[in-house]
């Protein structure tokens, strides 16, 4: 099955550009989403099909997808960015969803 | 924005039977793919099953395949996920999901959750 690799976490300085990867095989072919999740809620897609965002949600949030790796920016860090962090993608050769391990962002 | 409230989760003892219901606040178009996601205790999201929108495909992780069944009533605006089987690694929380489009495509609405915790 697909897997798809994050790191468990990332701190950033407030005013900074956060960058989180997933890694997945050849994930360029694939169509890449982004959730945030803040304690106690539900998740929110922030990024989708590797660098679209929904209304909403702030132009801080950008996303790329190369090679084997697809990357969600948040620049210009504010306190209320922490969450944890997934990455998701649709594995057509089985027809199942899959997501990252998660990436939690600290603002130090 | 449509919502979605789920109901059904609880405590139930392993090999026992639950059956999740998500209640959308307004008519989702059959365009629409339908999901279930959860997420155990302190861990990750996990995706659990999709289903398209005229119900007639559906699909499955291999975790739960053979003892989850999704299920779609779109007249009513109603979405469920029957399962059966229960097991310790099924307790989390349980979302209902709406897609941006086709049943493949990215969780665009979520709901709040409803918890179950399969345990003796």
């Known amino acids: 099955s697909y897997v798809l690799t994050q790191a468990p976490s990332v701190s950033v300085a407030p005013g900074q550009t956060a960058r989180i990867t997933c890694g997945g095989s050849n994930i360029e072919k694939k169509s890449v989403h982004w959730y945030q999740q803040k304690p106690g809620q539900a998740p929110i897609v922030v990024v989708y099909d590797d660098y679209y965002r929904p209304s909403g949600i702030p132009e801080r949030f950008s996303g790329s997808n190369s090679g084997n790796t697809a990357t969600l920016a948040i620049s210009r860090v504010e306190a209320g960015d922490e969450g944890d962090y997934y990455c998701h993608v649709w594995d057509s050769s089985v027809d199942q969803g899959v997501f990252g391990g998660g990436t939690k962002v600290t603002v130090l | 924005e449509v919502q979605l409230l789920e109901s059904g989760g609880g405590l139930v003892q392993p090999g026992g039977s639950l059956r999740l219901s998500c209640a959308a606040s307004e008519f989702i178009s059959t365009s629409f793919g339908m999901a279930w996601a959860r997420q155990a205790p302190g861990k990750g999201l996990q995706w659990v099953s999709s289903?398209?929108?005229?119900?007639?495909?559906?699909y499955y992780a291999d975790s739960v395949k053979g003892r989850f069944t999704i299920s779609r009533d779109n007249p009513n605006h109603m979405f469920y996920l029957q399962m059966n089987n229960l097991r310790a690694e099924d307790t989390g929380v349980y979302y209902c999901?709406?897609?941006?489009?086709?049943?493949?495509?990215?969780?665009?609405?979520w709901g709040k959750g409803t918890t179950v915790t399969v345990s003796s």
């Open positions: 289903i398209s929108g005229s119900g007639a495909k559906t």
């Open positions: 999901v709406k897609t941006g489009s086709f049943y493949y495509h990215y969780l665009d609405v």
